[in-house]
């Protein structure tokens, strides 16, 4: 087959698949645009070899797969002949008129500036200096800047030019190493990201995977590999599962068209890093795709795919009443399947899935000779509102910072630059504190200032699309404070710089940590230095599971530990090293003259009172002793023994006059089976989405809640619950268990 038939036959797949979206349609536009482009870039060729006319005509089967009016389509075609060949904008409006070329013109424009450097380069100016670095970075930054402005004036010019990205990815082979990874990381940095926010999952998907490849090969073929490894085996598990759905849909009479998919390689990549597991312990690697007509359908699906396999506690989502930002709607759920094997399911509609496929291209409605948005979405609504601020502001210096608000105001992403010409990707609403620790820890750390575009502003200073941002540091910094984690707005920032406090305030919180145990000894009527034995301070570190002594009075500084639970073990050893003679006979008849005025319901008590296990108690509602904590007792008048903890404030602050009615009491061992005790845990979360995980961790360790509450208090979420639990040792493990959950940053058990 000659590489003039391979161009033919790929122009009429062109056809042939417009045909399909739109058959009554007259496609001589494009068969004109194919017969220029062929002439006009005849006699060039690729770096791989291909004649150039192979890869527009790619370019516009792509968008033809995404169903674009013939305008965009043909643009696809022409859109490197003003770039590369004779032929004007100019010519474009007379053959083509003022859409196609507008269209043509918009493309190239995002390629200026990369042509010029090229151009440099090729006449010999290859001396790097600091200067040129930083012209080349806004250089850049000013060619996205472009981007956005070609998208808010016509979203079209942005999907050809993804297009033409993901072609380019396809054939990145011919290009140099050094090339193959610039691209790829600029693809996945931004082309990609771009797509994602547009809805384009159908390229995005293609991008990441491509881009993947190049940006960093080892782990693509890693991955690869290990996800090869059991291919057939996989495919004929989807392909069972997949029978199994079709028949049980049928069974119930719901109409709908049931597939598989194994899920692409950059997101099981993005899984394994992002909850930093192996490829085994991914679960969900295929997912299963049922579309049917109407969203009531959805919900029966649901019902008949949770009724035919067990579904996975915790991995429901409903973006059907909670779309995503981009639009995607779809109900997803992970199951268990034949040999407990996992898949995920995605459920929705027709108009869901398109949408989720081809994104903002969806919403464009076809008339002959033009096009159009669908002013009913949201995402065209917004472009709409960029095109009315071109038209009112003309001039380029007061329309940017116009439209840099409005990016900021309805975009989900910031794009901005190091002086190195590295992209990173904030939130909206991030500041050049979280840029700093997106770029390093040890930057975040050291920054004393910021510049954006060449201007010293405040670090607090919230960031736009495009800015250049770099960030002033010092060795002699003294580090985030308190008030940086209420300018941050990632997650990772403010992690990083709690990870500073920690580290940074232990000095604070071990001089706050020695004088409350001194105050904690005062109170038992020592000098700490007095009960602080060798003896003593083994039994402590071994107790609260501390390596020294410093490190637990760094905690009882932060309040993770109480200073009373630790004096009363240094006094339990002072004890034992030094017997005292203590009469308790008045204290115990007075208890059991107590116990005998009063009618008490009879019964073992859960305590042992100088051993005695049937006088009549109760426990403090103020302090809440569960069986494992320290216990006091306070013979009260009238109503037995109340039971505190020891360490509650009631009996902290007990007067001298009341002291003498504290008597010590054990827990009663023979008692404790199959009883419950209430206590309250307060947890500290990133956000309230790790209310559903904390509740998970409680089913699973079959503790009861009593009660919850939660919500957000200084940008941190704040949940209260009260559980009920037979012992300290469960409440430990409960602890434990909410520490290792992604997003908890402190667990501690309150008094009440």
Request: charged share 30%.
């Amino acid at each position: 087959m000659t590489n003039k038939n391979k161009g033919d036959r790929i122009f009429d797949e062109v056809i042939k698949k417009m045909q399909t979206y739109r058959p009554s349609s007259d496609f001589t536009m494009v068969e004109k645009a194919y017969q220029l482009a062929k002439d006009a870039h005849e006699g060039q060729l690729r770096k791989s070899g291909e004649p150039y006319i192979i890869h527009p005509l790619e370019v516009a089967y792509i968008l033809a797969e995404l169903e674009m009016d013939r305008e965009t389509i043909t643009a696809g075609i022409l859109h490197d002949v003003v770039e590369d060949t004779d032929y004007t904008h100019e010519d474009l409006i007379d053959m083509f008129g003022d859409e196609v070329a507008h269209l043509v013109d918009g493309v190239t424009k995002l390629k200026v500036i990369r042509r010029e450097r090229r151009k440099e380069n090729e006449e010999g100016k290859k001396v790097k200096t600091r200067g040129d670095d930083k012209d080349r970075a806004e250089e850049q930054a000013n060619n996205y800047r472009k981007m956005f402005l070609a998208m808010a004036d016509d979203i079209r010019v942005v999907l050809i030019k993804l297009a033409d990205r993901v072609h380019n990815l396809r054939t990145l082979s011919a290009m140099s190493p050094e090339s193959q990874k610039r691209i790829a990381q600029e693809s996945l940095d931004i082309y990609a990201p771009i797509a994602g926010r547009l809805g384009v999952s159908t390229l995005r998907r293609e991008m990441e995977d491509l881009a993947f490849k190049y940006s960093d090969p080892e782990t693509f073929q890693m991955v690869k590999e290990k996800v090869n490894m059991k291919l057939n085996q996989r495919v004929e598990y989807m392909e069972d599962v997949v029978g199994t759905l079709r028949m049980r849909l049928h069974e119930e009479g719901v109409f709908g068209r049931v597939k598989g998919r194994p899920k692409h390689f950059f997101s099981i990549w993005k899984k394994m890093n992002n909850k930093e597991k192996d490829l085994e312990e991914v679960l969900d690697l295929f997912a299963v795709r049922v579309i049917v007509e109407n969203k009531e359908d959805c919900w029966r699906v649901l019902g008949i795919v949770n009724g035919t396999y067990t579904p996975m506690p915790g991995t429901f989502k409903d973006y059907i009443s909670n779309p995503k930002g981009n639009g995607y709607q779809s109900i997803h759920n992970v199951l268990w399947g034949p040999d407990s094997e996992p898949f995920e399911v995605q459920i929705r509609t027709e108009d869901m899935h398109k949408e989720a496929e081809t994104g903002v291209a969806a919403h464009w409605k076809y008339k002959e000779g033009s096009a159009g948005q669908d002013s009913g979405d949201e995402k065209m609504a917004w472009l709409a509102s960029i095109l009315e601020l071109q038209r009112e502001n003309p001039d380029n210096d007061e329309f940017l910072p116009l439209l840099k608000e409005s990016l900021n105001i309805h975009a989900e992403w910031v794009y901005c630059y190091t002086p190195q010409q590295q992209v990173k990707a904030l939130p909206v609403g991030s500041t050049c504190i979280d840029f700093a620790y997106a770029v390093h820890s040890a930057v975040g750390n050291r920054m004393t200032g910021a510049k954006v575009n060449g201007k010293m502003v405040p670090i607090d200073t919230v960031l736009s699309n495009g800015d250049l941002v770099e960030i002033v540091t010092t060795s002699t910094a003294k580090g985030p404070t308190a008030d940086w984690l209420k300018m941050a707005k990632t997650a990772q920032a403010k992690t990083k710089i709690r990870q500073w406090q920690k580290r940074e305030d232990k000095e604070v919180s071990l001089a706050k940590g020695k004088d409350l145990l001194e105050k904690a000894a005062k109170r038992k009527g020592y000098p700490f230095v007095a009960l602080h034995t060798p003896q003593g301070e083994k039994v402590v570190l071994r107790r609260f599971s501390m390596h020294d002594f410093d490190t637990l009075c760094a905690a009882i500084g932060r309040g993770t530990i109480s200073e009373n639970s630790v004096i009363n073990r240094f006094y339990e050893v002072y004890q034992e090293l030094n017997p005292e003679t203590v009469d308790t006979k008045d204290i115990i008849e007075a208890i059991n003259r107590n116990t005998q005025q009063q009618e008490y319901r009879h019964g073992r008590s859960a305590v042992v009172i100088q051993g005695e296990a049937d006088l009549a108690t109760h426990f403090s509602k103020c302090c809440n002793p569960i069986p494992g904590d320290d216990i006091v007792g306070y013979v009260t008048r009238g109503r037995g023994i109340a039971v505190h903890r020891d360490g509650c404030a009631t009996i902290i602050n007990i007067s001298e006059e009341n002291a003498r009615r504290l008597i010590e009491v054990q827990w009663n061992s023979q008692t404790l089976e199959n009883s419950r005790f209430t206590a309250t845990i307060k947890i500290f979360c990133d956000s309230l989405g790790c209310v559903q995980q904390i509740t998970e961790v409680f089913s699973k360790l079959e503790i009861e809640i009593k009660a919850i509450n939660a919500g957000v208090a200084d940008g941190e979420a704040v949940c209260a619950i009260v559980i009920s639990v037979d012992n300290r040792k469960t409440l430990e493990k409960a602890s434990n268990r909410l520490l290792s959950l992604k997003g908890v940053n402190q667990v501690y058990r309150t008094m009440t």
